[in-house]
């Protein structure tokens, strides 16, 4: 998912802030080999919270947050465009608003605003990621994700767990 040309950005972004943005593209990335790329920007305790948790998506550890990176996220969505509002940064801490807008694999407009925070240390010399905190837009994900019925994707059944 291409990052839109943003304000929020500086020109020169801190090291901590390249691994988000490095987390971000990774993330969305059609490329196949991202997984590997977004691995190399977590620690090896990394957690992901989905929230807030009355969506009811389970939180992740480092390897069930990469297999989800690696099956579920493009699949839903067509053409996405990641718009960054805001970048607020403090040492070991960012966070982000932004939204995403694509086309749903129904063929429907997806536009989602969240703010994610996300919790870095410093390891050998590099920043990473230890934890992510993404508090989406409940009300679009339940008009989007309204049940717990599995979602018909390609012609396979993606269980909302696997969301």
Known sequence: MPLAPSD??????????????TWMRALSSANPDAAELLATTLTEDHTYHFLPRSLGYPSRNKEQFL??????PLSLFRNPQ???HQVIEAPGKITIQATTIATFHTGARYENE???????IEQEGE???????EFVDARAMAYFFPSTAPLKIGGQDIPRSNL
């Open 8 to 21: 929020a950005i500086p020109a020169n972004p801190s090291p901590q802030l390249q691994v988000v943005l």
């Open 127 to 133: 920043w990473k990621i230890q934890k992510v905190e």
């Open 67 to 72: 297999a989800y990176a690696r099956k579920v």
């Open 114 to 120: 969240y703010m994610t925070l996300y919790h870095l």
């Open 82 to 84: 990641l718009h960054l």
